[in-house]
T-cell receptor, first 107, second 113 residues
Framework: GQQVMQIPQYQHVQEGEDFTTYCNSS?????IQWYKQRPGGHPVFLIQ?????EVKKQKRLTFQFGEAKKNSSLHITATQTTDVGTYFC???????FGTGTSLTVIP | NAGVMQNPRHLVRRRGQEARLRCSPM?????VYWYRQLPEEGLKFMVY????????ESGMPKERFSAEFPKEGPSILRIQQVVRGDSAAYFC???????????FGSGTQLSVL
C-alpha cells in the first residue's frame, strides 16, 4: 500500500520560533490534506492542496504541495502555545495518514 | 448540525468479550472511515464504507474484526473475542464525497482487561 512518511516525529520549540513538518509519499498524490490533533482530542481538518506547486496560507500557517505531488510541508511562523498538538498529512483518498509530527511549544 | 457522533466514549471489556463501537456520520455524509490509534502513534486506516457497502477493508484484520454501515442507523465496528492488543482509540470519520475533507468523531477508547 501507499506509504506516507512524516518528519520529524517530534519537535520541541521555544515559543516564537518557527516550525516545519514534512510529508513524503512513495507515489504521486491526487491531493493532500493536513489535520491537527490536540492532546487528548480528535483530528481536525486544516487544509487540502490539489495543484502541483500549490501554496496556501492560514494566518501563521503556510502549506505547500510539491511540484511532483509527492511531498508537502506545513510551516508555522512564530509558534504559540496554542499550536501544540500532532500534525498529520493524509493522501490517497484519506486512507493513509502520515506518521504525524508532535509539536511541543515551550513558553 | 451535529458532528460525527461516536459512542461509547470509553469501553472496557474483558478478554474474550465482544466490543461494539458505533458511529453516526454527519448529516448528508455517506462515506465513513474507521481508524485505530495507539498512544503516541499515528492513525491507522482500517475500513472505508458507504451506505450498505464495504469499499475498502484492507487495513482491517481478517479475523475478529468486522464493520457495517446499514441503510438505517449508525456504522458499527465490531471486535469479537477481544485481546489486550486491541486496546486503543478508535476514531470514525465521515465525508460527503471521496477526496473531501474528513470530519472526525471524538473517538472510542477501548480498554481490554
Amino acid at each position: 500500500g501507499q506509504q506516507v512518511m512524516q518528519i520529524p516525529q517530534y519537535q520541541h520549540v521555544q515559543e516564537g520560533e518557527d516550525f516545519t513538518t514534512y510529508c513524503n509519499s512513495s507515489t504521486t498524490l491526487s491531493n493532500i490534506q493536513w489535520y491537527k490533533q490536540r492532546p487528548g482530542g480528535h483530528p481536525v481538518f486544516l487544509i487540502q492542496l490539489v495543484k502541483s506547486g500549490e501554496v496556501k496560507k492560514q494566518k501563521r500557517l503556510t502549506f505547500q504541495f510539491g511540484e511532483a505531488k509527492k511531498n508537502s510541508s506545513l510551516h508555522i511562523t512564530a509558534t504559540q502555545t496554542t499550536d501544540v498538538g500532532t500534525y498529520f498529512c493524509a493522501g490517497a483518498n484519506q486512507f493513509y495518514f502520515g506518521t504525524g509530527t508532535s509539536l511541543t511549544v515551550i513558553p | 448540525n451535529a458532528g460525527v457522533m461516536q459512542n461509547p466514549r470509553h469501553l472496557v471489556r474483558r478478554r474474550g468479550q465482544e466490543a461494539r463501537l458505533r458511529c453516526s456520520p454527519m448529516k448528508g455524509h455517506s462515506h465513513v472511515y474507521w481508524y485505530r490509534q495507539l498512544p503516541e502513534e499515528g492513525l491507522k486506516f482500517m475500513v472505508y464504507l458507504q451506505k450498505e457497502n464495504i469499499i475498502d477493508e484492507s487495513g482491517m484484520p481478517k479475523e475478529r474484526f468486522s464493520a457495517e454501515f446499514p441503510k438505517e442507523g449508525p456504522s458499527i465496528l465490531r471486535i469479537q473475542q477481544v485481546v489486550r492488543g486491541d486496546s486503543a482509540a478508535y476514531f470514525c470519520a465521515s465525508s460527503r464525497r471521496t477526496d473531501e475533507k474528513l470530519f472526525f468523531g471524538s473517538g472510542t477508547q477501548l480498554s481490554v482487561l
